[in-house]
């Protein structure tokens, strides 16, 4: 019997695209239980339920920052005493699974992009380049999973997820929050969940409009070089890359960005490359699927019409 | 009174000697550890020397008896990643130096990290970049602070100092929000490349480094058991790494003022839209 729990932060009856994502991938188990902390609705206990989720441990949410989280992951550990914990990949939730796992003198594996019925983690490695089989060798292990790895598949549980109270200890926070601020919604898809992206880099030359363009025109998300979000022309939360998000996607289409190594560690595992370049010796048509020499002021309007047009 | 803003700080830099991503890494079939042969300071880690160095300056430095210690764990070339910290202005090295340690994960890291920050005594503030550019699971800050008990002021995208009140006030984005966090010392600190610029080694940096000390010590010397670090210590083993295939260029096209509609036949020809 292996049991697993999937820890959450927060949990609408809109689950996100990797909530649905992780909530396939805990099914797999004899059982999974989802902990969680902040307060949930009957939509959303029903939709645990149809990916045969019985059970949801709750716990109030916290108003500090990481430490009642990872005392809430602690104590849901304590209670089902899973063998695998699965969380999301993004540094918040990395870091929560990093310090249960030091708590708990056990292993903590990131960047998963599959997890077998019997804890064999499939993950990438030197942004991947390579593809590694990794397994736990203590009978507990926490796993973070990107967003995009397996297809949403809720199991057809019929029943809703049964919510109980988990008891949480009191903690003490050695640090405060002092400033905290919300960042304005753009109304695209999130980048790191994205089925397409049209990034922009240098070559946009302060005007990000053709890229936002064509990126509303497939439905797609947003992203940019780091020379594009250190220029201050798009915020840094749309930097794919080593040091921003990593991305998938079924298509990232790049305009006006070279390919430097810390980009590509960012983007090489698409599925599909498209780039748009004015320079033919640009690093990035090495990788690119299609690639086209031109100039993306001319280009990607064109193509943004083109698309609406055959839509309409 | 005492003014806290006088007595000098104990940093501790943590420095990771990576194989230089500019050439093909490679992970070695018979022992699934990554080729270190061709090796640097982690780029990411610049990040943190620079921080540190901002910190024990806004303290008065090492006149004011401000100490930065580069600290690694790494064989023995991993003292070239110490080196550059050293002639970028840190002031001694320590580098634990184990066969042992090889094939640590994480978990086991951290643990020997810990054990390497306690062997050096009294450190208020450990400073790390946010994540090694070889492994990138960007978790060991986070464990350091939970095994150390210190503040876990990870992710920074800005980092302001208080020296009177020896408090740190950092930014950080969590999804949706941009935080700042406040923390007195002791503390981690994991900075970004957004929260500053890292300094070149000058000349003087340079010449000073090769008179500066730096001190190897063992897995032994920490108090830490071979069963408790490297393969041995690890919560999770790799059975496999396979290379994926390289990707190649495909078709390539000069634009005749008709590439956008080229590119949206493209996408519909690979069924993207
Ligand atoms: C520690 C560190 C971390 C980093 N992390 C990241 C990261 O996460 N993500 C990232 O992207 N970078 C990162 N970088 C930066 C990276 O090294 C490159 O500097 C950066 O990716 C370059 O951005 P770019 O391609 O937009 O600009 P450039 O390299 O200047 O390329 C601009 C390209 O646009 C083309 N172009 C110009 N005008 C047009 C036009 N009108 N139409 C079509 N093409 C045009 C040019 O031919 C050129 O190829 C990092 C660097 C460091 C040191």
Redesign the pocket.
């Known amino acids: 019997m292996t049991s697993a729990l999937l820890f959450f932060t927060e949990l609408t009856q809109a689950p996100s695209k990797a909530q649905r994502e992780l909530l396939t991938l805990a099914a797999r188990f004899d059982s999974a239980t989802v902990a969680l902390t902040g307060d949930i609705s009957e939509e959303a206990t029903g939709i645990v339920g149809s990916y045969g989720i019985g059970r949801i441990l709750q716990a109030p949410a916290g108003d500090g920052f990481q430490d009642h989280e990872v005392g809430v992951l602690d104590a849901a550990v304590q209670t089902v005493n899973p063998q695998i914990v699965l969380l999301a990949n993004d540094s918040f939730h990395r870091e929560v699974a990093a310090r249960v796992a030091a708590r708990r003198e056990v292993g903590i594996i990131t960047d998963a992009i599959d997890v077998s019925a019997d804890r064999t983690v499939t993950k990438d490695e030197l942004a991947g380049a390579y593809t590694a089989r990794v397994n736990p060798v203590a009978d507990l292990v926490l796993v973070t999973v990107k967003p995009n790895s397996v297809e949403d598949a809720p199991a057809g549980g019929e029943s809703a997820a049964v919510v109980e109270p988990l008891e949480v200890a009191a903690y003490a926070s050695r640090l405060q929050v002092v400033g905290r601020e919300e960042k304005p919604a753009s109304g695209r898809p999130s980048l790191g969940e994205a089925r397409i992206v049209v990034s922009g ?3 946009v ?1 302060g005007d990000f409009s053709p890229v936002e363009d064509l990126a509303d025109a497939l439905g797609a998300a947003v992203g940019a ?4 979000t250190d220029a201050g022309w798009i915020d840094h939360d749309f ?6 998000t990593t991305v998938s996607p079924q298509l990232y289409i790049s ?9 590509k ?2 983007m090489q595992t698409s599925k599909y490359i498209v780039a ?4 033919e010796d ?1 690093p ?1 048509f090495e990788i690119a699927d299609f690639g086209i020499i ?4 001319q280009i990607l309007p064109q193509a943004a019409e083109e698309i609406r047009r055959r839509q309409s | 009174m005492s003014d806290a803003s006088s007595t000098p700080l104990t940093i501790l830099v943590l420095v990771k000697h990576v194989p230089d991503a500019q050439f093909d890494r490679h992970i070695d079939q018979s022992t699934l550890r990554m080729d270190r042969s061709e090796s640097i300071l982690s ?2 880690d610049e990040y943190a020397v620079e921080a540190a160095l901002a910190i024990a300056e806004e303290r008065g430095g090492p006149k004011a008896g401000n100490q930065v210690i580069a600290a690694t764990m790494g064989g023995p070339k991993a003292v070239g990643s110490i080196k550059k910290a050293l002639q970028m202005g840190a002031t001694s090295g320590l580098h634990l130096n184990d066969e042992t340690l090889a094939g640590s994960d994480a978990t086991a890291t951290s643990r020997a990290l810990a054990a390497l920050v306690k062997y050096a005594g009294n450190v208020d503030l450990v400073v790390t970049g946010m994540a090694s550019t070889d492994a990138e699971t960007a978790v060991v800050p986070a464990q350091l602070a939970e095994r150390l008990e210190f503040a876990a002021l990870t992710n920074a995208s800005r980092v302001e100092f208080d020296s009177a009140a020896s408090a740190l006030t950092i930014s950080r984005d969590h999804g949706s929000e941009s935080l700042k966090l406040s923390a007195s010392f002791p503390a981690v600190l994991s900075v970004t ?1 957004q929260a500053n610029e890292p300094r070149y080694p000058n000349f003087r940096g340079i010449m000073a480094a090769k008179k500066k000390k730096t001190e190897e010590v063992t897995a032994a010397d920490l108090g830490l058991d071979a069963s408790a670090v490297g393969a041995a210590g690890s919560g999770t083993e790799v059975v496999s790494a396979e290379a994926r295939p390289a990707r190649t260029a495909g078709t390539v096209i000069t634009d005749n003022g008709q590439a956008g509609i080229a590119l949206v036949n493209y996408l519909a020809e690979q069924k993207l839209i």
Request: zero cysteines.
């Open positions: 880099g240098r070559g030359d070089s780091r020379a594009a930097q794919v890359g080593q040091t921003g305009a006006g960005i070279s390919g430097a190594i810390q980009q560690a960012g748009v370049n004015k320079d640009a990035i031109g100039d993306l002021k | 780029e990411l490349d």
